[in-house]
């Protein structure tokens, strides 16, 4: 059966690449003469038949911008008894004959379980967290390493004329991708990060030696999710979202209260949040979300469902959906490894 109208959602937290893909998808379907139907708030925008029709004009622009102009949610359909009906119901109703969804593990993993129901589905990974299976990179994980390192730059000239540590607290849920990039990236003097139980004796002792060695100012990153050994995660809030994550954040302040304690050292702490998310995609992710929005159509067209779209090495390729779900993708530990080359 050739395809003559699909639909796109963008879900789970935004990240800066979701307007790019989203052009891609419409741009390269108009070529195919495909229509395309945004669905609006993720998988809420489907149970409520929430919907507006994409065609050229409506992506025109929205290229640099960050966030996602369809909205997103982190509605989880199987949540609630009789919304999957729902789901199906509308996708009918809107005449869509295939679908791509944008989205982390959590909205991915949704595709896969319609995609198993009988539905076409294609999947496109997004998250700044970079946590996803399959694919080298995800596309918002570099915009976020770009200005968590400014971050980083900005926060070494005020560490150092006050002679203070400096603790940087940095999303990536229960991965530390990006805290060990843009540690690297900006010459952090400590990274911790979820993959690694902290030590904080560790981290007194290298700091002290930087001390004693002249160096009076330090610059310690700590990933979100990371923590103690035999400690649970600290966390923002103990409420848990529509797919059972918990609120994680606070870490940064237990460490630079332990750190200030132990050493004697004054001790400021930054925690960057959402800034990550904000903003203009950088150069690398609007490239690689126009790729990956060109290669969900091509195999929409070739009729290869089931697949996310996913970057190994310089190439775009489709995936199993149900191959890169489920299964969290840590910090590479030859890369940690080099990271702490430079710890001190
Ligand atoms: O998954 C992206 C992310 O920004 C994580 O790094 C962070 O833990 C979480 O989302 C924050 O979620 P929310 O936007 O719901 O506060």
């Known amino acids: 059966m050739s395809i003559k109208k699909i639909g796109v959602l963008t879900g789970g937290g935004d990240c800066p690449g979701l307007n790019p893909t989203i052009r891609a998808i419409v741009r390269k379907a108009d070529r195919e003469n495909i ?46 008894p009789g919304d999957v009906e729902k789901v199906k119901k509308n996708m009918k109703e809107l005449g869509l004959d295939a679908f791509i969804a944008i989205g982390g593990d959590d909205t991915l993993g949704v595709s896969e379980k319609l995609y198993k129901e009988g539905l076409k589905m294609i999947g496109v990974p997004k998250t700044i967290d970079n946590d996803l299976s399959c694919t080298d990179f995800t596309f918002g994980f570099d915009t976020a390493v770009n200005i968590a390192t400014e971050a980083i730059d900005r926060l070494h000239t005020t560490a150092e004329s006050h002679h203070r540590i400096m603790v940087v607290e940095i999303m990536g849920r229960h991965a530390g991708w990006i ?28 700091t002290k030696e930087r001390h004693a060695r002249g160096k009076d100012f330090s610059i310690v990153v700590v990933a979100e999710g990371a923590k103690l050994k035999s400690q649970e995660f600290v966390l923002k809030d103990s409420k848990k979202d529509a797919f059972g994550h918990v609120m994680l954040g606070g870490i ?25 998310r904000g903003g203009t995609p950088s150069a690398f992710d609007r490239v690689l979300a126009t790729r990956f929005g060109v290669k969900a159509v091509e195999l929409v067209v070739q009729g290869d469902f089931g697949k996310m779209v996913a970057l190994r090495g310089n190439e775009i390729v489709g995936v199993p959906i ?19 080359i430079f710890f001190g």
């Not at 409506?58 to 369809?70: D, E, H, R």
């Not at 010459?187 to 290298?206: N, Q, R, T, Y």
């Not at 460490?255 to 990550?276: A, D, N, P, S």
């Open 35 to 80: 229509s395309v139907v945004g669905i609006k708030n993720g998988w809420k925008g489907l149970i409520e038949k929430d919907s507006i029709d994409l065609d050229l004009g409506s992506v025109s622009g929205i290229l640099p911008k960050g966030g996602t102009i369809l909205g997103t949610s982190r509605t989880n359909p199987y949540k609630q």
């Open 179 to 206: 805290a060990t990039y843009a540690g690297i990236a900006g010459g952090a003097d400590m990274i911790l990060i979820p993959e690694v139980p902290i030590d904080l004796d560790e981290v007194c002792k290298i």
């Open 252 to 276: 940064g302040n237990f460490v630079g209260q332990e750190l200030e304690k132990r050493t004697g050292f004054e001790t400021r702490v930054t925690i960057l949040g959402h800034i990550q």
């Open 322 to 340: 149900a191959d890169a779900v489920g299964k969290l993708k840590t910090v590479d530990m030859d890369l940690y490894n080099l990271a702490k």
